[in-house]
């Protein structure tokens, strides 16, 4: 262990490090390039944020990794490729403006496939984002060594990669130096999760996506731009039904009136819907408690949501 290494690893013991550091990582790549074998792998946990609705968010959150002070926010970008029709378009526009976002992008190549139609595509993308790429060679497993470098060299001349590596997903070969160089790069800053919130958090955020995607189909005036939903608390209960309280915050008076409906009925029905949709994919009873507040700081709320890709840019 380095002793960069040793140090990270030390400041996880007892308390929370002194200086966290915490940053998105937008996963790129072909389809079948092992994004997702990826992702988990660097999770070391099947962490998928199953979203019903993978258009309604710029990103999607694959999984949150801590390695040593960091925490490394994994994303995809949805809807990056085949756009067929004109809201397709626009929701790879969207992707790619989501790759731009993140702090830097990771760019998954098969290396058995080489350097593809689609993969060049990306590469194009990703080359007006101006935004750091890593290039992540995956599948070397099924390589022969020798072939790897040219293959590199070749990518690398299409777009200058900050760094370069060689992993298989499959068998972890080469993940641990990528999530040690991941941690380094990440931003000084506050995690954007706690730690006691991420053992359940694909389950909150697929709550609160789905109750903004209700807010979204019943309100028609500006309130949807405005509303964001928390999960507040998940709980189990003994009969192995789930509470789940949501909240969701507005940023004016009127808009709250707008999401509570006359006698508390709009707001019925949007919990009404969440829930039975909640029970569809859950599998199980659900008791949806949903709760309007105004925020103050809400620009400053706003633009933290807005980075992780939780809420329109309206
Ligand atoms: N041998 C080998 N197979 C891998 C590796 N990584 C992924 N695979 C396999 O490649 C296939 C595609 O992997 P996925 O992780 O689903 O790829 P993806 O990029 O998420 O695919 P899409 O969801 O279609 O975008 C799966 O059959 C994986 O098991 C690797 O490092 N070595």
């Not at 998105?24 to 999770?43: D, E, M, Q």
């Not at 992008?105 to 194009?124: F, K, Y």
């Not at 309007?292 to 809420?311: S, T």
Request: hydrophobic residues 45%.
């Amino acid at each position: 262990m380095s002793g960069d290494a040793a140090e990270r690893a030390e400041a996880t013991e007892g308390a929370r490090p002194a200086r966290t550091r915490c940053g998105l990582v937008a996963v790129v790549g072909a389809p079948n390039a092992g994004k997702s074998t990826l992702v988990n792998a660097l999770a070391g946990t099947k962490v998928t944020i199953v979203s019903p609705k993978p258009q309604t968010t710029r990103f999607r959150i694959r999984a949150v990794v801590i390695r040593g002070a960091s925490q490394i926010v994994l994303v995809d970008t949805p809807g990056i490729f085949r756009p067929r029709r004109r809201l397709d378009r626009a929701m790879v526009a969207a992707a790619w403006g989501g790759a731009q976002d993140a702090d830097l992008a990771l760019l998954v190549v098969d290396a058995r496939a080489g350097l593809t139609d689609e993969v060049r595509a990306i590469i194009e993308g990703l080359r007006k984002g101006g935004r750091p790429v890593w290039l992540v060679l995956n599948k070397t497993d099924l390589v022969e060594r020798p072939r790897l470098l040219p293959l590199a060299k070749e990518l690398n001349e299409l777009l200058p990669f900050a760094e370069t590596f060689m992993v298989s997903a499959a068998t972890g070969d080469g993940l641990d130096r990528l999530l040690d160089r991941l941690a380094e790069a990440m931003p000084e800053g506050p995690w954007l999760f706690p730690e006691d919130e991420l053992s359940d958090l694909p389950e909150r955020m697929l709550a609160a996506e789905i109750v903004r995607e209700q807010i979204l189909r019943q309100t028609h005036e500006e309130v949807p731009h405005y509303a964001t939903v928390e999960t507040e608390q998940w709980s189990e209960r003994e009969d192995g039904s789930v509470r789940i309280d949501c909240t969701i915050y507005v940023a004016r008076p009127g808009q709250k009136a707008i999401l509570i409906g006359d006698k508390g009925a709009r707001i019925k029905e949007i919990g009404r819907r969440a829930r039975l949709e909640l029970e569809a994919l859950l599998g199980r009873r659900v008791h949806l408690f949903l709760n309007v507040k105004e925020r103050a700081h809400w620009d400053e709320e706003r633009a933290r949501l807005r980075a992780l890709g939780l809420e329109d840019p309206g």
